[in-house]
């Protein structure tokens, strides 16, 4: 099964780029080219045995857009938004100043510099070329593989079996390695944007009923069998922020009732499922479980004194500080980009990372940056997120797909920043490139004509049962 899916997330691959590169410039085309790729290259790459240095593929691309841009750039006024470039620019000062202060390996702060600015750059990139009618195409290509993969985890869930334990981990659809573990901030990021445009689509009446019950129902399903707990908390707050910032309407009623019935209908199902996650979501539960001292996935760490701690979501930033960066200077501008990172290459693999990788620093966006940049570097890293909400709030056409495209990225900005505390989703290759694209939405709209026909249609559940029959 996993061939076909395979070939079938391929051709479904293929069929979008074909599609949107036929009416895109070539850098657009290599845009969609970075999106679409990562939401399967970590599947085929363990189902064709082929090598992790596949994955470098979406790497080469990236270089290749700059390289388009800049071309174009002395040809034609093309600029970077004034916020991007600023942010930008912050922080790579910031990495250049911890770079001096730390003095270490060059090549370690290059190696940092891409796992970290990659994404950054290529959000850049979307804002500069992508337009509006590109906005629709995304979601319904995420559409088209969200679909595909109910199908991936039904089989991963179902029909698989696993020696480990923590069988959900290894249970994220196309996002994953094969049989083997990672690829839950990918489905994650997948269900959670889903949710939200579908959420804003219906309160807006721009989307059906029957979509925004797909993308509920859909979601909920994988994230249960996948064990994606946080998914539960995190449909709360879409929620939440999508009826604070959508007009007030029966129909935000009813979707607050049937989503409220969903959630505890699939906490059921997960109690059914994991019976050791009976009572997960009593709040005392949930803190106790975001707080603990054993460690994320009950790591353990030997601090200098001789206590047994470990990090997890309320104590990965204080650990950190406490623990790493006891000078002033270090506190502010953290051990260095790149000294505290890893890679499956043994010369790109930091000394720190060898000594403190059991901790589980490395888990955390929050915490893997304060080590690397600091307090300075974490928090203008967070306002650089949280500065799509700001662009958004400032956008002031009155156009009804405006108005719902805004609001998603208001949504999806607020997510990213509180998710920095809780995963490495911003970090993440499969993430964060589709993350960073959404971010750069307001960016987006405030440069394009707001009638645009999208460039691929979105999947309709009654077309497939209607190509079946024929």
């Not at 950190?320 to 260095?336: C, D, E, H, R, T």
């Not at 709030?393 to 997510?415: C, G, H, P, Q, W």
Request: hydrophobic share 50%; with cysteine.
């Amino acid at each position: 099964m996993q061939y076909i899916f395979s070939l079938a997330a391929l051709a479904l691959g293929a069929y979008y780029f074909r599609m949107v590169s036929k009416r895109s410039t070539r850098i657009v085309s290599l845009i969609y080219f970075v999106l679409i790729f990562n939401m399967f290259n970590r599947y085929i790459m363990g189902t064709f045995h082929l090598p992790l240095a596949v994955g470098y593929v979406s790497d080469v691309v990236l270089v290749w857009i700059l390289l388009e841009h800049f071309y174009k750039k002395k040809n034609n006024k093309i600029s970077v938004p004034r916020s991007l470039l600023f942010f930008f620019v912050i922080l790579i000062s910031i990495s250049i100043i911890s770079f001096v202060v730390n003095g270490y390996s060059a090549l370690l702060y290059i190696w940092g510099f891409r796992n970290t600015f990659r994404f950054i750059i290529f959000g850049m990139m979307c804002a500069v070329y992508l337009r509006m009618r590109d906005l629709k195409t995304i979601i319904n290509i995420l559409y088209g593989f969200f679909l595909l993969n109910i199908l991936v985890v039904t089989h991963q869930a179902f029909f698989m079996t696993y020696t480990e334990g923590a069988e959900g981990d290894f249970i994220s659809g196309l996002f994953t390695i094969a049989s083997t573990r990672g690829g839950n901030a990918g489905l994650n990021w997948l269900t959670c944007i889903l949710c939200a445009y579908a959420i804003i689509g219906f309160l807006y009446k721009k989307e059906k009923l029957s979509f925004l019950i797909v993308c509920l129902v859909g979601s909920i399903y994988m994230s249960t069998v996948g064990e994606i707990k946080v998914f539960y908390l995190q449909l709360v707050l879409i929620g939440v922020l999508a009826i604070c910032i959508c007009k007030k309407s029966i129909k935000a009623v009813s979707v607050c009732v049937v989503g409220a019935v969903l959630l505890v209908l699939g906490a059921r199902v997960l109690y059914g499922l994991f019976p050791n996650f009976e009572n997960f979501f009593e709040i005392n539960n949930l803190i106790d479980y975001a707080s603990r001292d054993t460690g994320y996935g009950s790591s353990r760490y030997n601090i200098a004194v001789g206590e047994k701690m470990g990090m997890d979501r309320l104590t990965a930033l204080p650990i950190a500080l406490n623990s790493f960066l006891p000078s002033i200077p270090q506190k502010i501008v953290g051990i260095g980009l790149g000294n505290a990172d890893y890679s499956s290459f043994s010369f790109l693999t930091s000394s720190f990372y060898k000594a403190h990788n059991t901790l589980g620093y490395q888990y955390f966006t929050s915490a893997f940056i304060v080590i690397e940049m600091g307090l300075l570097g974490l928090i203008s890293y967070i306002i650089m997120i949280l500065n799509t909400v700001k662009e958004a709030i400032t956008i002031r056409k009155n156009d009804i797909n405006v108005i719902m495209f805004k609001n998603t990225a208001i949504v999806v900005s607020v997510l990213a920043a509180v998710m920095c505390f809780v995963n490495l989703s911003t970090k993440f290759e499969n993430s964060a490139y589709l993350i960073f694209s959404l971010l750069a939405i307001p960016f987006i709209i405030k440069k394009s004509d707001v009638n645009e026909t999208p460039l691929v249609k979105k999947i309709s559940i009654n077309g497939i049962i209607n190509q079946i029959r024929r």
